[in-house]
């Protein structure tokens, strides 16, 4: 009964190649939401879905292409891999509004070799 | 710009030590604010909300709108406060977008 879960938990990979990374929310909420934190902690949204539509895409490189089939899922593609995709990624989901709390995922940790 | 700043990366004291971690922001309109905490091996969570003016684990969290600070506070820390704590600020627009400081780690040693 995980509230937002991703998978994998890791991911190890060679530069140049292609990997999906899945995200899947049970809260019932409207927005879903991908972060990326760098090797410094840094935490900086990349894309955010609302009913499957895009509302924000924070100049994040082509490579990476988010997808949402349905509300409660937000996938994340990356293209061409590069040693300096790798980083933690978490999924976040909510339901905007006056101070609403945003839902985290445990974490991808991709490992770019 | 909307940009939250905490400015230590590592804070550490002793158990039953006063704990504040700092954080300031700049924002236009009216902030929201929150501090978001994750422990070792778990997902980040909300730890508390500016609006709600409550404490949680025996943190509170006060907004000043003068100094633009939303520094987190917490009279006696204890070993289990260890962990790694963001400050955020809505991004407003009704986006549900956080932009979050660098994070604090709190070491709380024995």
């Known amino acids: 009964d995980t509230a937002v879960s991703q998978t994998p938990k890791y991911l190890v990979t060679q530069m140049g190649n292609d990997k999906s990374i899945k995200c899947e929310q049970n809260?019932?909420?409207?927005?879903m939401y991908w972060y990326k934190q760098d090797s410094k902690k840094f935490l900086k949204i990349m894309f955010s879905y609302n009913n499957k539509e895009l509302i924000i895409n924070e100049t994040v490189p082509n490579r990476f292409s988010p997808k949402s089939p349905d509300k409660a899922h937000l996938n994340l593609h990356i293209n061409s891999l590069e040693l300096g995709d790798s980083a933690v990624y978490f999924c976040?989901?909510?339901?905007?509004?006056?101070?609403?709390?945003?839902?985290f995922g445990q974490g991808t940790r991709l490992t770019v070799v | 710009a909307q940009r939250v700043t905490q400015p230590e990366k590592l804070l550490s004291v002793f158990k039953g030590a006063p704990v504040e971690l700092k954080c300031n922001y700049s924002y236009s309109g009216s902030p929201e604010l929150f501090w978001y905490v994750q422990y070792s091996r778990q997902r980040l969570q909300l730890l508390l909300r500016h609006i709600s003016r409550e404490s949680i684990k025996g943190f509170t969290a006060d907004l000043n709108k003068g100094e633009t600070s939303f520094h987190l506070k917490k009279p006696f820390a204890q070993e289990e406060d260890s962990a790694m704590y963001y400050c955020a600020l809505s991004g407003g627009s009704n986006t549900g977008k956080l932009i979050f400081g660098q994070g604090t780690t709190l070491q709380v040693k024995p």
């Open positions: 976040a989901s909510s339901t905007p509004g006056v101070n609403t709390e945003a839902f």
């Open positions: 809260l019932g909420h409207d927005t």
